[in-house]
């Protein structure tokens, strides 16, 4: 079974309007933690957001903002006020503590694409 | 501003050729990890060193492939013979891990990778 599920191969957004990125897991560990990165067609990988399991409050991160949603295992991750810039692929991550270790477990990313 | 560097940036080889590729981590961070990124199969974990102990290379083929960090600024990853199906971009990441889950803090600053293509 896959650990991340991204169901979204490709998203569209017009610019300034705001977008969500899907991210669904599946763990049976206590503790983890949800993470996502940008990849801009440069190929670089840059973190955004982190979302702990024991967190009660959703992460932001200035226009990142991360819909952690415990029980039904997901974590989107919402972009407010889309730039051209935005435009690039999204991996959502999952690190476990008991059962995978220190490692990041990537979804298969979303390619969003921020039309002017 | 601190980042992890990876050499070479792009590799072109032959078939049966050995390949090195080099990471300095990011000064202070406590893991390295070795992941790989194709098209078909996304991003793999290859191998990984807490403290420079390797802790899981379970990724790698291991008949082909070794990884191993002699210092704490230097991590390797060595394909020997190197074969087609090994092009891919191959990316190093470290972090300060200290709790098992990471914790705030315990995100991996990738390197810009290294992208080998073997004929």
């Known amino acids: 079974a896959q650990k991340i599920t991204q169901t979204q191969p490709g998203m569209f957004v017009q610019e300034k309007e705001a977008v969500t990125l899907d991210c669904t897991y599946d763990?049976?560990?206590?503790?983890?933690?949800l993470f996502w990165y940008k990849q801009p067609s440069s190929g670089e990988m840059i973190f955004l957001i982190y979302?702990?399991?024991?967190?009660?409050q959703n992460a932001t991160e200035g226009r990142y903002s991360l819909n952690f949603q415990k029980a039904r295992k997901s974590a989107n991750l919402v972009i407010s006020a889309s730039q051209l810039g935005d435009s690039a692929m999204y991996f959502c991550?999952?690190?476990?503590?008991?059962?995978?270790?220190?490692?990041?477990?990537f979804g298969e990313g979303t390619q969003l694409t921020v039309n002017p | 501003d601190a980042r992890v560097t990876q050499t070479p940036r792009d590799k072109v080889t032959e078939m049966g050729q050995e390949v090195t590729m080099r990471c300095q981590p990011i000064?202070?961070?406590?893991?390295v990890f070795w992941y790989r990124q194709t098209m078909m199969q996304g991003l793999e974990l290859l191998a990984y060193?807490?403290?420079?102990?390797?802790?899981?290379d379970s990724g790698m083929p291991k008949d082909r492939f070794s990884a191993e960090m002699p210092d704490a600024t230097l991590a390797t990853l060595k394909i020997q013979p190197s074969e087609p199906r090994d092009s891919a971009v191959y990316f190093c990441?470290?972090?300060?891990?200290?709790?098992?889950?990471?914790?705030?803090?315990?995100?991996?600053?990738f390197g810009e990778g290294s992208r080998l293509t073997v004929l």
């Open positions: 990441a470290s972090g300060l891990i200290l709790g098992l889950a990471g914790g705030p803090g315990g995100e991996l600053f």
């Open positions: 763990t049976s560990d206590q503790s983890y933690g």
């Open positions: 979302q702990g399991s024991y967190d009660e």
């Open positions: 991550a999952m690190r476990e503590a008991q059962t995978s270790g220190s490692r990041l477990t």
């Open positions: 000064l202070g961070h406590n893991t």
């Open positions: 060193f807490r403290n420079r102990a390797p802790l899981d």
